[in-house]
């Protein structure tokens, strides 16, 4: 995912979550100064999850980030050796090749 799409993704996630806590205390059968607290305390605690959220997914963006580049150096490595390979083949072939063909005569044709 790129950075933008992460960002959306994350700020998606603390919106909905928010509203759901809201839907879901306006919905609960509890007085209204109840409510107000436990939204107050939901508000207050905001803050803090989206920093939580935010550190998540940031390790999450690391790590990937370092598979990814652990990935690509195996990869590179696997094309170094396939290329020498291929040119220790191409150096061997063009050897046999460029060797003169010594036609002997046959004893049978005379």
């Known amino acids: 995912m790129s950075e933008k799409q992460s960002g959306g993704f994350v700020g998606g996630m603390v919106v909905g979550a928010a509203m759901g806590t809201i839907a879901g205390l306006l919905m609960a059968p509890r007085p209204g100064r109840e409510t107000r607290k436990i939204l107050r305390k939901s508000a207050d605690a905001l803050p803090e999850l989206v920093e939580d959220l935010s550190a998540t997914v940031q390790l999450q963006a690391d790590k990937l980030s370092e598979t990814a580049l652990t990935n690509w150096e195996h ?36």
């Open 75 to 110: 990869t590179l490595q696997r094309l170094r050796v396939a290329i020498a390979a291929g040119q220790a083949a191409s150096r061997q072939e063009y050897e046999h090749l460029s060797r003169p063909t010594v036609t002997t005569p046959d004893p049978d044709q005379n």
